[in-house]
């Protein structure tokens, strides 16, 4: 056979070249329009189907037992945290009741040995009158707890008998205090009397319970009364 020119073995394989590339270009689409139909092949997922594939989830992420959502999940532990708290509570609340009556009976046990021992205490109580219609006239008592002892310008029998009785003094009125033995203590009381009463250069309130005190001094009416306590 004839050897082919120069000019022609250019042209064939230019020919050769365009084949090649052709054959690409056609793969390339046949292989696009392929994706593009299988794409179109699969049935998009539907927003119901997406949300019951959710359902199976937990709050953590894993497969729920017996198809429960993440609201029963919480809804469970939120009640569980409720339960917890008020175990607790009511834990709380016995302890501190039992502190209480634990406590309470230590104080009542306190109390009463506190109100036994002012029982017990007794006191010879003197008062002596240094000046006014009085002068000089004394008056003693050994009070008991509880016991009153009435002051005024009254003559009825229990201030002459069982209480101090100042008829002279006009100053005074008619019930114008008292004294009396409290858990172990002494105390006066002025009974809204018109003139007062004075106790160590104290002016004194109405129904206002005052300490008596060895050495102490009390005014009524025009009376000044020197006070002594001594113990039995």
Same mark, same amino acid.
């Given at each position: 056979?004839?050897?082919?020119?120069?000019?022609?073995?250019?042209?064939?394989?230019?020919?050769?070249?365009?084949?090649?590339?052709?054959?690409? @270009?056609?793969?390339?689409?046949?292989?696009?329009?392929?994706?593009? @139909?299988?794409?179109?092949?699969?049935?998009?997922?539907?927003?119901?189907?997406?949300?019951?594939?959710?359902?199976?989830?937990?709050?953590?992420? $894993?497969?729920?037992?017996?198809?429960?959502?993440?609201? #029963?999940?919480?809804?469970?532990?939120?009640?569980?945290?409720?339960?917890?708290?008020? #175990?607790?509570?009511?834990?709380?609340?016995?302890?501190?009741? $039992?502190?209480?009556?634990?406590?309470?009976?230590?104080?009542?046990?306190?109390?009463?040995?506190?109100?036994?021992?002012?029982?017990?205490?007794?006191?010879?109580?003197?008062?002596?009158?240094?000046?006014?219609?009085?002068?000089?006239?004394?008056?003693?008592?050994?009070?008991?707890?509880?016991?009153?002892?009435?002051?005024?310008? @009254?003559?009825?029998?229990?201030?002459?008998?069982?209480?101090?009785?100042?008829?002279?003094?006009?100053?005074? @009125?008619?019930?114008?205090?008292?004294?009396?033995?409290?858990?172990?203590?002494?105390?006066?009381?002025?009974?809204?009397?018109?003139?007062?009463?004075?106790?160590?250069?104290?002016?004194?309130?109405?129904?206002?319970?005052?300490?008596?005190? #060895?050495?102490?001094?009390?005014?009524?009416?025009?009376?000044?009364?020197?006070?002594?306590?001594?113990?039995?």
């Amino acid at each position: 056979s004839a050897t082919p020119r120069p000019a022609e073995r250019t042209s064939n394989r230019t020919m050769t070249t365009r084949k090649a590339k052709t054959s690409a @270009s056609v793969a390339q689409t046949a292989n696009k329009r392929q994706k593009s @139909s299988d794409a179109e092949n699969v049935a998009p997922v539907p927003a119901a189907a997406a949300a019951d594939k959710g359902k199976g989830k937990t709050a953590s992420g $894993g497969a729920a037992g017996h198809d429960q959502t993440v609201s #029963d999940y919480l809804q469970g532990r939120c009640e569980a945290m409720c339960q917890e708290i008020q #175990d607790h509570a009511d834990g709380l609340i016995v302890r501190l009741k $039992g502190d209480y009556e634990r406590q309470a009976a230590e104080l009542r046990r306190d109390a009463n040995v506190s109100t036994e021992t002012a029982a017990a205490t007794r006191y010879e109580l003197t008062l002596t009158a240094n000046s006014g219609p009085h002068i000089s006239k004394e008056w003693k008592f050994e009070p008991i707890n509880g016991q009153q002892i009435p002051i005024g310008r @009254s003559k009825a029998k229990k201030y002459r008998e069982q209480g101090i009785s100042l008829g002279k003094d006009s100053g005074v @009125s008619i019930s114008h205090g008292k004294i009396e033995m409290r858990e172990g203590k002494l105390l006066f009381t002025d009974l809204d009397s018109s003139n007062g009463t004075t106790y160590n250069n104290a002016e004194l309130e109405s129904h206002t319970p005052v300490e008596l005190t #060895d050495g102490g001094v009390l005014i009524l009416g025009d009376g000044e009364f020197a006070v002594a306590i001594a113990k039995l």
